[in-house]
């Protein structure tokens, strides 16, 4: 197969499928059309469905899935993954990334992002939700045909540095080329980095202009300790002067901190939520955020487990993903279900004993709905977008979930509107 080769008609038969929103199917085939999904189920009905001009692949040993979204990334740091010593204290993680990625140049940042583009094509990976300092990683998507949201980062600790800083921020959005399958999103990056005053700006133009928007909050222990006691390991940290300037309330946690700012809406996507309480987490529900839950960046970097059962039971929304290759051992989401699953034995009290179903739906359509995008990915339903997923089985199974959670790992092949884009 060819990679980004255009496919008008072609078919899909393989050992299983697993649609997500239905029972899986045995010896069943997808048809794709262009760059929609026309027909799912058994191979036997699919074919009567097809014409003379489709293409045909056979994947007896095939598990197929929805392609894989992984909802929080950071490709442009793909490259400081042998920089960074795993597991560290968060603080002294910050402090190295910080130097890195003041250091790295607009072509490095590309580069890098095209290597992590490659990496998540060739695990399964479709579509994804990527946080971007230096923007580079919107032309490495748009060049290899990932579909996904870049939100672009926005850092500002010092409110005297806010006009310079948001007047470029803003002219990137405004210049930024995007298609109908790579868009834009906003990033105020995190409490600790950006100012109260910069949040409001954030939200506002994210609500204004109806794009994603998305923050970094409650991951370590210290970042709570600036917010609610106005306190700091980091000595003089700018953020507590503008907090005390702008007579933020003292007790606020993180995320009851950006309620207060009135920035904590329906669809707004928090990454991490570590350093929750009862409070924050109905809060959370009550508010109809998403939150993207990261367990293998939260061990390494040592700040906590996400009180993963809790936020469950409460109903508030969570996907899981992977972060980038600074803080997780790879960008595979069904390595990150994996580790997540080993958590319900070391925290019982933290942590669900979830169904593989349950914790492929965070992987894909979840994940999908948290970027707005699962009305055309996440799950194989006649009409949606054709991004597929092909993973190989080492022999006969009885239950694909078990069996791609057991063996998935590198993609046979993977689709993406249409396209193959690895094989």
Known sequence: MVENAPLTSVLLRVAWIVPIT??????????????????????????????RSTQRYDFPDGILLPGLVNSHTHLENTHFAD????????????????????????????????????????????CIGDSSFRGAALQALRERGLRGIVFKELICPFDDELDKRWNAF????????????????????APYTVTPTAFRKAGKLAAERMLPFSIHVAEP???????ERHESIWADHPIIKALRE????????????????GILRKGVILVHCVQVDDIDIGLLAERKVWVVHCPRSNANLQVGVMPLAKMLKAGVRVCLATDGLASAESLSPLDEIRFAMTLSESHPLLYPVLPPER???????????????????????????ADLAVFPISQPVDDPYEAVLGEGRSATMTMVDGRIAFA
């Open 359 to 385: 914790w492929l739906r965070m992987v894909t359509l979840d994940a999908a709905s948290a970027l707005g995008l699962d009305g055309e990915i996440g799950s194989l339903k006649v009409g949606k977008r």
């Open 170 to 189: 803003v002219t990137w959005l405004d210049d930024a080329p995007t298609d109908e399958n790579v868009r834009i999103g906003i990033m105020a990056h």
């Open 221 to 227: 222990p210290d970042e709570r300790a600036l917010i």
């Open 83 to 126: 920089q960074l010593v795993r597991p560290q204290p968060f603080a002294d993680w910050i402090a190295m990334m910080g130097k890195l990625v003041g250091q790295q140049t607009y072509e490095e940042a590309l580069t890098a992002a095209r290597d992590g583009v490659g990496m998540l094509l060739r695990l399964g990976v479709t």
């Open 22 to 51: 239905t029972p899986p199917v045995r010896d069943g085939a997808v048809l794709v059309q262009g760059n929609r999904i026309a027909a799912v189920g058994k191979a036997d009905d699919v074919r009567h469905h097809i014409s």
């Open 246 to 261: 702008r007579e933020v309330p003292l007790g606020l946690s993180p995320v009851r901190y950006l309620d207060w700012l």
